[in-house]
Every structure is written in C-alpha cells, then in structure tokens.
C-alpha cells in the first residue's frame, strides 16, 4: 500500500474498523456476508473494502465464516432470479 492513492495507515485502520462494525450489523445467510452489503453499508469504494477484506487482521464476528467477494452490483448480476427479464412495451397513449 506505498502507491500515491492508497490511505495513510492510521485513515486505512479507520476504514477497517468501520468495515468490521458494519459487518456485525448485517444479515448473515448461512455464514457468509455479501460484499455487496458491506458496500451498502459503509459506503467505501469496492477496491478499499476488497484491500480491508484480503487482511489477516480483519476481525470477523462468530457468526461469520465467510465473505463472498463477487459483487452483483458492480457487474449487474442478478440475485436469485432465474429466466428471461420481462420485457416492457412502451406504448404511446393518446
């Protein structure tokens, strides 16, 4: 984390600490935790929160075995939902 963009450590400890906070008030299914929610949450830029989670000393709480990296958000994916999007006609009303 030497490059020109990257956070002092101190504001880095911030925003990791911010992250795990964050992570014990959101929903866990099955023990894992979506980084999508952490995102939502905390409202940090993905690469910041993808730095925070690839640390060994981000501390988890009990509940939570694991954090699921890919986000749908960023790539458009769509959540649980199988088939063909339901197209819109746009009709002209007179």
Request: cysteine-free.
């Amino acid at each position: 984390m030497n490059t020109v963009t990257d956070p002092p450590e101190d504001m880095f400890l911030r925003y990791k600490r911010a992250v795990e906070e964050a992570i014990s008030r959101l929903p866990v299914k099955n023990g894992v935790v979506d980084i999508d929610s952490i995102w939502v949450e905390t409202s940090l830029p993905y690469d910041l929160i993808q730095e925070i989670l690839s640390r060994d000393d981000l501390v988890l709480p009990e509940n939570v075995e694991r954090i699921n990296t890919k986000s749908l958000i960023q790539t458009g994916g769509r959540s649980g939902k199988k088939g063909k999007k339901r197209r819109h006609n746009n009709k002209v009303r007179h």
